[in-house]
């Protein structure tokens, strides 16, 4: 049996397995089949309570004295399918996973033998996590510990891999009195922990909104203008900025930048190479810190290393961000990846950069690169030092033809 930790992965030598997750409180957990594009490809691939089997994947219901399973049976899986995310969120509706920290258990299903367990570690506002995921890569089908928060419950996790979800219509007003004065209509109820959607055997009944506390607000993407983290993760679009501040104070002082991608096209190694610029008040280049030069500014920005080909799930380079440490000439940083290898970007896949909490390692912001266009770099995003003293994140999503991270310098500045 393996302990693992987030990020490490194990090759299965079962075919099927089962993997439970156990907590001190009733979970809920369900399976999702994603295609090559990292989604689902209609409702029917997302399996839970309600929706207890598809294609090589099943749900079991421990009954509340148990823990909820999934089974993968990965010689069932229809083709085009490469990976099962296993989800969980508490039954409760808005409860976080503060001080009840799952566990999953990963088992032979033929045997029951343990093949491994993984407890996320540092949870904290979490609703919901994505907890492990089975997939396949290079033709062998293995385990990975992710161990991903979502502040938005398992709806947010649903939207964010493709399922359709439709909150529980609200609860109709009782008719006023003849003689009485307009009574105002009862408040919606707050969304149930699960997804309900016309393929859960139609709409749910009507109920009157309960006492307890409605579940956490959902991430929504942005809007026009500015906002902070006090809703959760938030989901960035082109030029939207997110403040980071929850609450009226800066949230956090450390983050990580991670950048993932995979290639288009099999047997196609793309080379992206992830960097950070760092620029003063008046748009001057300070430092870059790239594969080339992994620490800069005392230390402040580092680098993990270069991935020359973007293999495995997960982020491909990391750039972690000491924010109390950036010294006071250093107000502007760019984010930036380029296609060393030089191929465009119309020929990488499921590109993304995020924003986390490095001490918590909560997901904070989530940019999504759409729209590819046929170039070599693009900025990512920025982050810009306010008078006040905070931090603000702005997507970018602009592209440049620059195979290098000193191509991508002067427009860079100019786009500060």
Not at 220 to 240: E, F, M, T, Y
Request: with cysteine; aromatic share 6%.
């Amino acid at each position: 049996m393996t302990a693992m930790t987030p990020g490490s992965n194990l090759p299965l030598n079962a075919v099927s397995v089962t993997v439970d997750v156990a907590a001190p409180v009733r979970l809920d957990v369900s399976g999702l089949l994603l295609a090559a594009d990292g989604k689902v490809r209609s409702d029917a691939d997302f399996i839970f309570y309600n929706q207890p089997s598809g294609p090589g994947v099943s749900h079991r219901s421990g009954g509340g004295s148990a823990p909820d399973s999934i089974t993968v049976d990965t010689g069932a899986l229809p083709p085009g399918i490469e990976r099962i995310v296993v989800t969980a969120s508490p039954d409760a509706a808005g409860q976080s996973f503060q001080g009840i920290e799952p566990t999953a258990t990963v088992r032979d299903t033929a045997t029951g033998t343990v093949i491994a367990t993984f407890t996320p570690p540092r949870l904290g506002a979490e609703t919901a996590l994505v907890v492990v995921e089975v997939y396949q890569r290079g033709g062998v089908w293995k385990v990975r510990a992710v161990g991903q928060g979502y502040a938005n419950g398992l709806a947010g996790i649903a939207t964010d891999f493709g399922v359709s979800v439709d909150e529980e219509p609200a609860a109709a007003a009782a008719p006023a009195a003849p003689a009485a004065p307009p009574v105002p209509p009862a408040p919606p109820a707050p969304p149930v922990s699960h997804p309900v959607s016309p393929w859960l055997g139609g709409p749910a009944p009507a109920q009157a909104a309960p006492a307890a506390p409605p579940a956490a607000p959902a991430a929504a993407p942005l809007g026009a203008g500015k906002v902070n983290l006090d809703k959760g993760r938030v989901s960035l679009q082109k030029n939207q900025t997110v403040s980071l501040v929850k609450g009226g104070r800066p949230l956090l002082s450390q983050v990580k930048m991670g950048l993932g991608w995979e290639p288009a096209f099999r047997g196609a190694d793309i080379d992206l190479d992830a960097s950070v610029i760092a620029y003063g008040p008046q748009r001057n280049h300070i430092d870059s810190c790239y594969f080339g030069k992994l620490s800069i500014l005392g230390g402040a920005i580092k680098h993990s290393g270069d991935n020359l080909t973007g293999e495995g799930a997960g982020d491909d380079e990391v750039i972690v961000v000491d924010l109390g440490r950036i010294p006071a000439e250093a107000t502007g940083l760019v984010f930036t990846v380029n296609s060393f290898s030089g191929q465009k970007f119309t020929e990488v896949a499921k590109a993304y950069c995020r924003l986390v909490d490095a001490a918590s390692g909560e997901e904070l912001v989530r940019f999504d690169l759409t729209g590819a266009e046929p170039q070599t770099g693009v900025m990512m995003a920025k982050l810009i030092k306010q008078f006040s003293g905070e931090w603000e994140m702005t997507a970018m999503g602009d592209f440049v033809k620059s195979r290098t991270v000193r191509g991508m310098v002067k427009p860079a500045s100019q786009a500060l």
